[in-house]
C-alpha cells in the first residue's frame, strides 16, 4: 500500500520516473567536491545521475537533464540548504547526501582507466570487453561501440585497473562486479581466465559476474570452487514477442534456457546468491510480474530495474515507466518473493541505487555487508 512507503521511499520512486532537478547552489558545491569528475560517471543508461542517500538508507541514481531529456521536466528538486543537501517534492523531503566518486574519475587521471573499471557507489564494474556479441536494442554498449570494434581488453590491464579502484583514497571500491558485453564463442576461454585471475587477485575483496550464460562461459562448480561471491543471469524481459524486438540474440537461447541456468546456479551457489534483473517499463507489467516469479520459483534473486531510455540507443525516445507503475510492480513484486522466502535484490544498501527496491533482504531489514561509501 502507498501509505506503507516513506517519504525518502516515495521520492525515489518519483525521482526514476520523472528525474531531478539541480539547484545551481548544489550543482555548484558537488562540482567543487569532484575536482572535475561532474555529478556522476554516466558510463551506462542506468548509472547516469548522481548516487544520492535519502532518509531511511533509500539509495537513488538519479536521472539528470546533464544526460536524461525526461529529466527537464523534474519536479523534484536538490538544493542546498545551508551546509547539507536537501531534497523536496510538494511536501516529501528528505536529507540528501551525495556519494562522492573516486579519484580515479578526476579528469586529471584520464579516461584509460574507465575504459576499464567505473565505481557505483561502493563497488567497482569492470568492463572486459570493448562492444558486444549481442545487439539489445535498449543497451548502449552495442551503440557506443559497433561489433566492427569488438576487443578483448588484457587481463593483466584489467587487473590492474581493479587495484588502483580498490586502493582509491576517496572512494575505494569494497566489491568487485565483472559485467558489461557478451563473448564472442572463440573468446569464451578468454573469460574464464578472466574470472579466475580477478578472483584470485583479490582474495578479500567478494566478486560478482553478471553474464549472459552462452556455452562454456560460465564454470559453476569451478566458480564456486574459486570463491565467487553471487552470479547475475539476466532475463531483462520476460514476453517473448518482445524480447525478439528488442533482445534478438537472447530471444534465440530461449526462456528456458536461462531459467534452467539460474536453477542450476542457485542450487550450486546456494541461497540468495543468483540474481536475474528484469527491465521494468519495457513490457506489461503482466508480464515482468511473471518473469519475477518464474526467478522465484527457480530459486534466484529477482533485480527490477527501471528502464532509462539512453540516447544512444533505438530505444531513446521511449518514456520511462510512470511512478505509478514502478509502484505497482514493485508492491506486488515484493508479494511474489514473500511467498517463496525471498527478496527482491540486490541488498547491498549502496547497489540499490539504480534499482526498484529498498535493500531489505529476507530478513526485512536494510543491512551494510561493507564498509559505508565517503559520502557529501
Ligand atoms: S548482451 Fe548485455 S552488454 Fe550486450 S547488448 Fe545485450 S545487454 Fe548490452
Not at 135 to 147: A, E, G, I, K, S
Not at 205 to 233: E, F, H, Q, R, Y
Given at each position: 500500500?502507498?501509505s506503507?512507503?516513506?517519504p525518502a521511499?516515495?521520492?525515489?520512486?518519483?525521482?526514476?520516473?520523472?528525474?531531478?532537478?539541480?539547484?545551481?547552489?548544489?550543482?555548484?558545491?558537488?562540482?567543487?567536491?569532484?575536482?572535475?569528475?561532474?555529478?556522476?560517471?554516466?558510463?551506462?543508461?542506468?548509472?547516469?545521475?548522481?548516487?544520492?542517500k535519502?532518509d531511511?538508507?533509500?539509495?537513488?541514481?538519479?536521472?539528470?537533464?546533464?544526460?536524461n531529456?525526461f529529466?527537464?521536466?523534474?519536479?523534484?528538486?536538490?538544493?542546498?540548504?545551508?551546509?547539507?543537501?536537501?531534497?523536496h517534492?510538494?511536501?516529501?523531503?528528505s536529507?540528501?547526501?551525495?556519494?562522492?566518486?573516486?579519484?580515479?574519475?578526476?579528469?586529471n587521471?584520464?579516461?584509460?582507466?574507465?575504459?576499464?573499471?567505473?565505481?557505483?557507489?561502493?563497488?567497482?564494474?569492470?568492463?572486459p570487453l570493448?562492444?558486444?556479441a549481442?545487439?539489445?536494442?535498449?543497451?548502449?554498449v552495442?551503440?557506443?561501440?559497433p561489433?566492427?570494434?569488438?576487443?578483448?581488453?588484457?587481463?593483466?590491464?584489467?587487473v590492474?585497473?581493479?587495484?588502483?579502484?580498490?586502493d582509491?583514497?576517496?572512494?575505494?571500491?569494497?566489491?568487485?562486479?565483472?559485467?558489461?558485453?557478451?563473448?564472442?564463442?572463440?573468446?569464451v576461454?578468454?573469460?574464464?581466465?578472466?574470472?579466475r585471475?580477478?578472483?584470485?587477485?583479490?582474495?578479500?575483496v567478494p566478486?560478482?559476474?553478471?553474464?549472459?550464460?552462452?556455452?562454456?562461459?560460465?564454470d559453476?562448480?569451478?566458480l564456486?570452487?574459486?570463491?565467487?561471491?553471487?552470479?547475475?543471469?539476466?532475463?531483462?524481459?520476460?514476453?517473448r514477442?518482445?524480447?525478439?524486438e528488442?533482445a534478438?540474440?537472447?530471444y534465440?537461447?530461449?526462456?528456458?534456457?536461462?531459467?534452467?541456468?539460474i536453477?542450476?546456479?542457485?542450487?550450486?551457489?546456494?541461497?540468495g546468491?543468483t540474481?536475474?534483473m528484469?527491465?521494468?517499463?519495457?513490457?506489461?507489467?503482466?508480464?515482468?510480474?511473471?518473469?519475477v516469479?518464474?526467478?522465484?520459483?527457480r530459486g534466484?534473486?529477482?533485480?527490477?530495474?527501471?528502464?532509462?531510455?539512453d540516447?544512444?540507443?533505438?530505444?531513446?525516445?521511449m518514456?520511462?515507466?510512470?511512478?505509478?507503475q514502478?509502484?505497482?510492480?514493485?508492491?506486488?513484486?515484493?508479494?511474489?518473493?514473500?511467498?517463496?522466502?525471498?527478496?527482491?535484490?540486490?541488498?547491498?544498501?549502496?547497489?540499490?541505487?539504480?534499482?526498484?527496491?529498498f535493500?531489505?533482504?529476507?530478513d526485512?531489514?536494510?543491512?551494510?555487508?561493507?564498509?559505508?561509501?565517503?559520502?557529501?
Amino acid at each position: 500500500m502507498l501509505s506503507d512507503l516513506t517519504p525518502a521511499q516515495r521520492l525515489k520512486l518519483l525521482l526514476l520516473a520523472n528525474g531531478l532537478a539541480v539547484s545551481p547552489a548544489a550543482r555548484r558545491w558537488i562540482t567543487d567536491a569532484a575536482h572535475g569528475a561532474g555529478l556522476s560517471s554516466a558510463d551506462y543508461a542506468s548509472t547516469s545521475g548522481p548516487i544520492l542517500k535519502l532518509d531511511d538508507d533509500v539509495w537513488v541514481n538519479a536521472p539528470v537533464q546533464d544526460h536524461n531529456a525526461f529529466a527537464a521536466q523534474a519536479t523534484t528538486v536538490l538544493d542546498l540548504e545551508g551546509d547539507r543537501l536537501v531534497i523536496h517534492d510538494g511536501n516529501l523531503v528528505s536529507p540528501a547526501w551525495y556519494c562522492l566518486q573516486p579519484q580515479y574519475h578526476e579528469p586529471n587521471h584520464g579516461r584509460e582507466l574507465m575504459n576499464l573499471v567505473v565505481t557505483h557507489g561502493d563497488r567497482v564494474r569492470l568492463s572486459p570487453l570493448r562492444s558486444c556479441a549481442m545487439t539489445c536494442t535498449f543497451c548502449n554498449v552495442p551503440y557506443d561501440d559497433p561489433l566492427s570494434t569488438y576487443q578483448l581488453k588484457p587481463i593483466d590491464a584489467c587487473v590492474a585497473a581493479l587495484r588502483v579502484a580498490v586502493d582509491d583514497p576517496i572512494q575505494p571500491a569494497h566489491h568487485i562486479l565483472i559485467s558489461g558485453g557478451t563473448p564472442k564463442p572463440k573468446d569464451v576461454e578468454n573469460h574464464r581466465e578472466l574470472y579466475r585471475s580477478v578472483i584470485e587477485s583479490f582474495p578479500g575483496v567478494p566478486v560478482d559476474i553478471m553474464m549472459v550464460p552462452i556455452p562454456g562461459v560460465i564454470d559453476l562448480p569451478g566458480l564456486k570452487t574459486a570463491g565467487l561471491n553471487d552470479l547475475s543471469i539476466n532475463l531483462e524481459v520476460y514476453d517473448r514477442a518482445r524480447q525478439q524486438e528488442v533482445a534478438r540474440q537472447k530471444y534465440n537461447w530461449g526462456r528456458d534456457y536461462y531459467l534452467d541456468f539460474i536453477e542450476q546456479a542457485a542450487d550450486t551457489l546456494g541461497p540468495g546468491r543468483t540474481r536475474s534483473m528484469l527491465l521494468v517499463g519495457l513490457e506489461s507489467v503482466e508480464s515482468t510480474l511473471a518473469g519475477v516469479e518464474a526467478i522465484a520459483q527457480r530459486g534466484g534473486v529477482p533485480v527490477l530495474s527501471p528502464f532509462r531510455p539512453d540516447p544512444a540507443t533505438p530505444l531513446g525516445d521511449m518514456a520511462p515507466p510512470g511512478f505509478d507503475q514502478l509502484l505497482d510492480v514493485y508492491q506486488r513484486a515484493q508479494e511474489i518473493v514473500d511467498k517463496y522466502g525471498a527478496f527482491i535484490g540486490p541488498s547491498c544498501p549502496p547497489c540499490t541505487h539504480n534499482t526498484l527496491n529498498f535493500g531489505t533482504g529476507a530478513d526485512g531489514n536494510v543491512t551494510y555487508g561493507y564498509p559505508h561509501p565517503a559520502m557529501l
